[in-house]
């Protein structure tokens, strides 16, 4: 067995420079005291193991949120929900497939800051498909230091972005004319007309609803697919883990009821979850 860490439970920060430096201070994890970490965690449900594992990461999210700070939001509230895709990694990571969890984790907290950003950012649509998404957050290091796009210049960034040489525009219009507030501020008079009353509900358009309807449709039907592929016992574990909402099964409940250790459910659940996603690949 590894050596133990000493990590403290962190006490209450002034400010965010305080944070940041508590955070530096939590040591870094040698590869083997982080599997022996994920392995307890994943086999014993050990909260201490996943306290370890998340605090030896802060630092990475710290690192990451910082590169976030042009889009007008707090530091803080960048590293906040940084922290939650952190968590949300260390719960997936499996110590059995060779990743350090630093290179597995970097996924989960930028889709978490991500999704934040294009949240609270307060232009209409901002970015609405993947490409889009894509081009909101390159376009700033991609410009440079330009104060204005050349033809030259919006036609490599389309190409290297994969979008077209007028969306490449239309963003930089975007940003160019900086945040406009769609609803009324608490201190506005409640009889003028704010820009968010002149807004469509496109969700409730007819078009959009029968789309939705048909991917979530498609969405079911390749699920119930995937489940049927699986044997009984390993479609029972898959369900009571992750299809359960409000009350899903543990390891160590699942392992108590098939009699067998926590670890080989956690196993028959990985080979299972694995067997779904190729299934619902090639579906």
Same mark, same amino acid.
């Given at each position: =067995?590894?050596?133990?860490?000493? /990590?403290?439970?962190?006490?209450?920060?002034?400010?965010?420079?305080?944070?940041?430096?508590?955070?530096?201070?939590?040591?870094?994890?040698?590869? *083997?005291?982080?599997?022996?970490?994920?392995?307890?965690?994943? &086999?014993?449900?050990?909260? !201490? &193991?996943?306290?370890?594992?998340?605090?030896?990461?802060?630092?990475?999210?710290?690192?990451? *949120?910082?590169?976030?700070?042009?889009?007008?939001?707090?530091?803080?509230?960048?590293?906040?929900?940084?922290?939650?895709?952190?968590?949300? +990694?260390?719960?997936?990571?499996?110590?059995?497939?060779?990743?350090?969890?630093?290179?597995?984790?970097?996924?989960?907290?930028?889709?978490? $800051?991500?999704?934040?950003?294009?949240?609270?950012?307060?232009?209409?649509?901002? +970015?609405?498909?993947?490409?889009?998404?894509?081009?909101? /957050?390159?376009?700033?290091?991609?410009?440079?230091?330009?104060?204005?796009?050349?033809?030259?210049?919006?036609?490599?960034?389309?190409?290297?972005?994969?979008?077209?040489?007028?969306?490449?525009?239309? =963003?930089?219009?975007? /940003? @160019?004319?900086?945040?406009? @507030?769609?609803?009324?501020?608490?201190?506005?008079?409640?009889?003028?007309?704010?820009?968010? !009353?002149?807004?469509?509900?496109?969700?409730?358009?007819?078009?959009?609803?029968?789309? *939705?309807?048909?991917?979530?449709?498609?969405?079911?039907?390749?699920?119930?697919? *995937?489940?049927?592929?699986?044997?009984?016992?390993?479609?029972?574990?898959?369900?009571?883990?992750?299809?359960?909402?409000?009350?899903?099964?543990?390891?160590?409940?699942? &392992?108590?009821?098939?009699?067998?250790?926590?670890?080989?459910?956690?196993? $028959?659940?990985?080979? &299972? =979850?694995?067997? =779904?996603?190729?299934?619902?690949?090639? @579906?």
């Amino acid at each position: =067995m590894t050596q133990a860490l000493a /990590f403290p439970v962190p006490s209450a920060l002034g400010n965010i420079d305080q944070y940041v430096q508590a955070v530096n201070r939590y040591p870094l994890l040698t590869e *083997a005291q982080e599997q022996e970490l994920a392995r307890r965690l994943h &086999a014993e449900n050990d909260l !201490d &193991a996943a306290r370890q594992l998340v605090l030896s990461h802060l630092r990475l999210v710290v690192s990451i *949120a910082r590169n976030y700070l042009g889009y007008g939001l707090p530091h803080a509230d960048l590293i906040q929900e940084g922290n939650v895709g952190l968590m949300k +990694a260390v719960k997936r990571f499996d110590p059995s497939r060779g990743v350090r969890l630093v290179s597995f984790a970097m996924h989960w907290i930028k889709a978490e $800051i991500h999704e934040y950003i294009l949240k609270n950012w307060r232009l209409v649509k901002i +970015a609405t498909t993947k490409a889009q998404r894509k081009l909101f /957050f390159n376009l700033r290091s991609l410009r440079g230091d330009t104060s204005t796009l050349s033809p030259e210049d919006v036609r490599g960034i389309a190409s290297k972005l994969g979008v077209k040489p007028e969306e490449v525009m239309e =963003m930089e219009t975007r /940003f @160019a004319g900086g945040e406009v @507030a769609i609803d009324r501020g608490v201190d506005d008079d409640d009889d003028r007309a704010a820009p968010i !009353d002149w807004l469509a509900d496109d969700s409730m358009e007819p078009v959009e609803v029968l789309n *939705a309807a048909e991917d979530e449709r498609l969405h079911s039907e390749g699920l119930r697919g *995937a489940l049927a592929g699986l044997d009984e016992r390993s479609r029972v574990i898959v369900q009571r883990r992750w299809l359960d909402e409000e009350n899903p099964a543990t390891l160590h409940e699942l &392992a108590a009821e098939y009699g067998v250790s926590a670890e080989r459910i956690r196993q $028959i659940e990985a080979k &299972a =979850m694995q067997k =779904m996603r190729l299934a619902l690949s090639a @579906a």
